[in-house]
């Protein structure tokens, strides 16, 4: 029995990885799901800390104070929520890094040692909605911001304005996206900086706002509110990111310290939004309409109590921020669009979900009524199957302890075969579960979610109208569920693969 070694394309199958590709062409990243080749690993560890901070510094951080107030919990329930929330979802997104170290593939790529090369599939497209879902949702909140912003300024900001709006927010999110890895780390490096300055003066200058008194007289919510809003939390901030993670470290050096990957990976994702959240705390609970008006445009609310020559930098802050975030989402979106077996190149598949982003902004911008109720349940609803995936992915990692075979990830006949049926099982069951424990908090404006929280009553949890209906216990147990079956039922089976000749 042969032994696994460190070389970057360690088989015992006869198939190979796809042949590296040039990393550039006229300037854009040809790179695809391919194996990064070997010369090409030059990132550091502290290198994740510019994408994961550029793409949560915006300022629509601060909008999950309002919906964390929404669960009815107080300031300080609100604080700890934040914190632990954030924290611990972008740790995850850490340790799923380490499989782009390990592995030099992307996020879905690594998962087929998990699912199987084909069983593989079957979370990709979970993640490909989700990606496509976060960034649009990106790209609609700055052509609302800047249509409101506009009319504090007294500008036009008729059909005309939104339009244009939204061809630019496209237009950037695509380009960069196209280009591919090397600009957008470069991009976001210099967008931290520049966002970052101009998020300070808008905290220093939301201070007066605060009224502590105000914010101190909330009453605390019980502990199922606290479940709730945490779950909320890890779910819109490192879980909306999870199944990315791995995309932006398969560049980094084969023998970069996993401490240092999930460090800078967690660090660089969480500080940003646990500062713009208390902030955003302090600032709604100070202030019962601002808190209301975040439902119906988030970036705009928080724009009225500036003053109106800070507008027009505010909103090239937000755009920037916004797009930031966006720029990783169809980036990755695209990766996993070829991971599905589009057999078509990096940048025209990043080119295709930027045409459904843009099609999905024209809609909801010029013709939906109100997009964050549906947004937030259909977060909600795939946020169970993705939490499902993340746990098993999670537990595949940390009981892997050789690198990947990296030929066998692109051949159904190596060693992590076409489908696991354990973890497409677990996954199945997880997802079935997690459904049953969660209900649609939106029904008013997104009514087609209504079926869920089916196990509320059967488990004596209080049913749909219960106090736990809403603590969003189902992203939790999904998340454990995958997490623990894996460690148990597939321990076996990924030792046989590590130790396959």
């Known amino acids: ?34 194996i990064i080749a070997e010369h090409e690993r030059t990132a550091k560890p502290r290198d994740l800390f510019w994408p994961w901070f550029a793409a949560n510094i915006s300022v629509f951080g601060m909008s999950y104070a309002a919906w964390i107030y929404g669960f009815g919990v107080n300031f300080w329930q609100g604080v700890t929520v934040a914190v632990i929330g954030t924290v611990i979802s972008f740790a995850l997104c850490g340790i799923i890094a380490l499989a782009g170290k390990r592995g030099s593939a992307p996020t879905m790529v690594l998962s087929r040692a998990a699912f199987g090369v084909h069983g593989q599939k079957v979370p990709g497209i979970v993640s490909w909605f989700v990606s496509i879902g976060w960034e649009t949702f990106l790209a609609i909140l700055a052509v609302l911001a800047t249509s409101t912003i506009f009319d504090r300024l007294g500008w036009a900001s008729g059909t005309t304005t939104m339009i244009l709006a939204a061809a630019v927010v496209a237009g950037l999110i695509v380009t960069a996206s196209v280009m591919g890895y090397h600009l957008i780390m470069k991009l976001q490096s210099v967008l931290t900086w520049l966002t970052g300055a101009v998020t300070i003066i808008y905290l220093i200058m939301a201070v007066p706002h605060i009224d502590w008194v105000a914010v101190s007289a909330l009453p605390a919510g019980s502990m199922q509110s606290f479940i709730g809003a945490l779950v909320m939390v890890m779910t819109g901030f490192g879980l909306g990111w999870i199944n990315i993670a791995a995309d932006w470290s398969r560049y980094q050096r084969r023998h970069a310290s996993d401490g240092a990957i999930i460090f800078w990976n967690t660090f660089g994702g969480s500080i940003a939004p646990i500062i713009l959240v208390f902030f955003g705390l302090l600032l709604a609970g100070s202030d019962p309409e601002l808190a209301g008006g975040i439902d119906l445009d988030p970036i705009g609310t928080l724009a009225t109590i500036l003053p109106t020559w800070f507008l027009l930098p505010f909103l090239v802050c937000v755009i920037l921020t916004l797009v930031s975030g966006a720029v990783l989402g169809i980036y990755s979106s695209g990766l996993t669009l070829q991971s599905l077996g589009i057999n078509i190149p990096r940048p025209t598949a990043a080119a295709i979900d930027g045409v459904i982003l843009t099609i999905g902004t024209i809609w909801v911008v010029f013709f939906a009524q109100n997009f964050i109720g549906p947004f937030q349940s259909f977060l909600i609803t795939l946020g169970v199957p993705l939490a499902a995936w993340a746990g098993i992915l999670i537990a595949d990692i940390i009981t892997r302890k050789r ?57 004596g949890l209080g049913g749909r109208e219960g106090d736990w209906a809403w603590a969003n216990l189902g992203v939790l147990f999904a998340l454990l569920i995958g997490f623990v079956v894996t460690l148990l039922a597939r321990r076996g089976r990924i030792l046989a693969q590590e130790d396959r000749s």
Do not use: C
């Open 403 to 459: 690198p990947y075979d990296e030929a066998a990830l692109f051949n159904a006949s190596g060693r992590y075969g076409a489908w696991d049926w354990i973890s497409i099982g677990t996954m199945a069951v997880a997802t079935f579960i997690g459904w049953g424990l969660v209900i649609n908090q939106f029904s008013d404006d997104a009514s087609w979610n209504d079926w869920q929280g089916y196990l509320l009553g059967p488990l």
């Open 1 to 34: 029995m042969l032994p696994m070694t460190d070389s970057p394309h360690t088989s015992a199958s006869t198939a190979t990885a796809p042949a590296p590709t040039p990393t550039k062409a006229l300037g854009i990243e040809m790179n695809g799901i391919e």
